[in-house]
């Protein structure tokens, strides 16, 4: 069975960082392309970053870009996400979720990051 | 990126049928046949329904449907169960690995 668990959300001033982790198990997290997607309160849902399955290619949403980093550890079945100089249009639900067949078939609960 | 536009609410009896559209532009829905359904109950992660327009992941039940003309992408709920009641959302990707979502629909089982 295919599980994701987010960990390392929490309440972080603003300009703070804060690095937000996912486990990956019941499948080969080294195949596969990986995805971070968040929830801001009562709203929809945000694309944030993805990552090739080598870590060779990243891609990011214009807002965060130069701000975030997603990273893996394939030998970990691991992957994270680096927020720096976080604001409070950061706050939401942040979500791992694997890729295939470009969309997301597999997410995890999600981990609260709130700033304030 | 702008986010796809979806109604805010779509409602319907059980049994009946609902359909839900996702509006975007060239540059995502109609540029490319890589449009996904996402259902979400309160205080649940999304759970994937539809991937590459109309093809439904192996579980999800034959009354969810996809299709796609234009800019435009629908989600049909046929038979529409209580369980059926969720938020829904429609994501397309966007070029140079960049994905939009909708805004999100919330269906109604009346």
């Known amino acids: 069975e295919v599980q994701l668990v987010e960990s390392g959300g929490g309440l972080v001033q603003p300009g703070g960082s804060l690095r937000l982790s996912c486990a990956a198990s019941g499948f080969t997290f080294s195949n596969y392309w990986m995805t971070w997607v968040r929830q801001a309160p009562g709203k929809g849902l945000e694309w944030v970053a993805s990552?090739?399955?080598?870590?060779?290619?990243?891609y990011y949403e214009d807002s965060v870009k130069g701000r975030f980093t997603i990273s893996r550890d394939n030998a970990k079945n691991s992957l994270y996400l680096q927020m720096n100089s976080l604001s409070a249009e950061d706050t939401a639900v942040y979500y791992c979720a694997r890729r295939q067949n470009v969309a997301c078939d597999s997410w995890g609960q999600g981990t609260l990051v709130t700033v304030s | 990126q702008s986010a796809l536009t979806q109604p805010p609410s779509a409602s319907g009896s059980p049994g009946q049928s609902v359909t839900i559209s996702c509006t975007g532009t060239?540059?995502?829905?109609?540029?490319?046949?890589?449009v996904s359904w996402y259902q979400q109950r309160p205080g649940k992660a999304p759970k994937l329904m539809i991937y590459e327009v109309s093809k439904r992941p192996s579980g999800v039940p034959d009354r969810f449907s996809g299709s796609k003309f234009g800019n435009t992408a629908s989600l049909t709920v046929s038979g529409l169960q209580a369980e059926d009641e969720a938020d829904y959302y429609c994501s397309s990707y966007a070029g140079s690995n960049a994905y939009v979502f909708g805004t999100g629909t919330k269906v109604t089982v009346l």
């Open positions: 990552i090739k399955q080598s870590e060779s290619d990243k």
């Open positions: 060239s540059s995502d829905v109609g540029g490319y046949n890589y």
